[in-house]
Each structure stands twice: as C-alpha cells, then as structure tokens.
C-alpha cells in the first residue's frame, strides 16, 4: 500500500510515519509511506499513491484538497495521531484504500 500522509508541514507526522513502518514490517504488509505537508501532497497525489491521509491539525485543508487530489483522502482520528496508534491508522488506510 502507497501512502501519502500529511500534516501541515509534514514534520509531526514523520514520527507517526515511522510507527506505521515498523507496524507495517511486523505484520508481513508491505508498505510505502512518505511524510509531507498539505501542499506537496496537492503536487504529489498522481505519483501512484493509493490515499492521503491528513493530520488533525491539518483536517481544515481537506475541502480544499478534495478539489485536487482524486484519490481516497481521510483524516486521522486525533487521538490516534497524538499517541502514534499505527494499528488505528492502518486499519482506516486500510479502509479508505479498499485494502
């Protein structure tokens, strides 16, 4: 699974990102997730990705965002980003992906 998970500057949500690798690796599934702000994210989308997911803190650029990227998109429930629940976060990629 591609994943484009992003938050406003695409800083916090490296340390999420990197849970969700080591979450990823010790559950056989193969994952290629990249951290990145709103804005890379909008010039990024058509590079194969399967969904975006976005950061709370960043939640308010989806409508936004919607009206570029055409690929499956939800926001990360806060409590799950604040802690890291990479098993959370993966179920809802897993979801939102069809996966």
Known sequence: ???LLCCAGGLSSSILMKKMQTW??????ELHIIAV???EAQERWQE???CVLVAPQASYRM???RKEIQIP???VPSL???VGNAESVMKLAHKICGK
């Open 24 to 29: 990823a690796a010790s559950h056989g599934e």
């Open 37 to 39: 702000g709103t804005g």
């Open 80 to 82: 799950d980003y604040a």
């Open 63 to 65: 409508e936004d965002m």
């Open 1 to 3: 699974m591609r994943v």
């Open 73 to 75: 998109m939800a926001a």
């Open 48 to 50: 194969g990705w399967d």
